[in-house]
């Protein structure tokens, strides 16, 4: 399925200790936020922003992608049967204007749904990754230094309870996206630098690069 996606829900704060990192608050319930499909980017475009904007920072997440429309769906298990596969993505911020923006009380979308704010990797079968979907595991590496460990179990709220979750809020629709969160470790990207994103798989690990322009 390669059309581009309705919209891209993301859930932010599901780590705990990337809550923290961040002096954030851990959420009783899920915090959830949409990227357009305008936000969208491919992987060999590399990573770009308006530097005047102040620091851009990677959160590197487990990407799912819906497969058969979901809504109002209340039971974990049926929710996880609408994913047809997996990937990881980007979710780069703007941290400063995202900062300044938390202040004023003011929506986060100039500093998370920004052109180019978005990259997604190729996507992988659920049945060539998932065993348990409490035991997914993927890696953030920035010129070959581990900064990021995605370990699912360590979830506030595991994946099927998410998905059911957004579904009460969002219709999703075969091909959108639902990005999961991003664990501890994220910092500013800086010129230059390459980035690696690698997901275990049951028979092989996946990899992915990109650069920052």
């Known amino acids: 399925m390669q059309s581009r996606p309705s919209k891209i829900v993301c859930v932010g704060r599901s780590y705990a200790d990337h809550a923290r990192e961040l002096g954030n608050a ?7 936020f949409i990227k357009p499909p305008s936000s969208l980017t491919a992987l060999d475009e590399g990573i770009s922003w308006n530097m005047a904007l102040g620091s851009c920072h990677y959160e590197c997440e487990l990407s799912l992608r819906i497969d058969r429309p979901l809504k109002g769906e209340t039971d974990p298990i049926k929710a996880l049967e609408a994913v047809g596969a997996v990937t990881l ?17 003011q929506p986060w979308e100039r500093s998370k749904a920004y052109d ?10 659920v049945d060539e990754v998932v065993i348990d979907w409490n035991d997914v595991h993927y890696t953030l590496h920035v ?8 370990d699912t179990s ?25 990005m999961t969160g ?8 800086q010129t230059g630098e390459q ?3 690698t997901l275990k798989g049951k028979k092989q690990d ?5 650069f920052v322009k």
């Open 195 to 197: 980035l690696k994103m």
């Open 206 to 210: 996946y990899v992915w690069t990109t």
């Open 116 to 125: 180019g704010s978005c990259i997604l990797a190729d996507w992988v079968s």
């Open 26 to 32: 851990i959420p009783d319930s899920p915090v959830l």
């Open 154 to 178: 360590h979830l506030i709220f595991d994946i099927g309870y998410l998905l059911a979750d957004i579904s009460q809020a969002f219709s999703l629709e075969a091909g959108d996206v639902v």
């Open 89 to 105: 993505g980007l979710d780069l911020t703007l941290r400063d204007q995202q900062d300044a923006l938390k202040k004023k009380g």
């Open 182 to 189: 991003t664990p501890a470790g994220v910092a500013a990207l």
């Open 143 to 150: 010129n070959d230094e581990l900064r990021q460990a995605g």
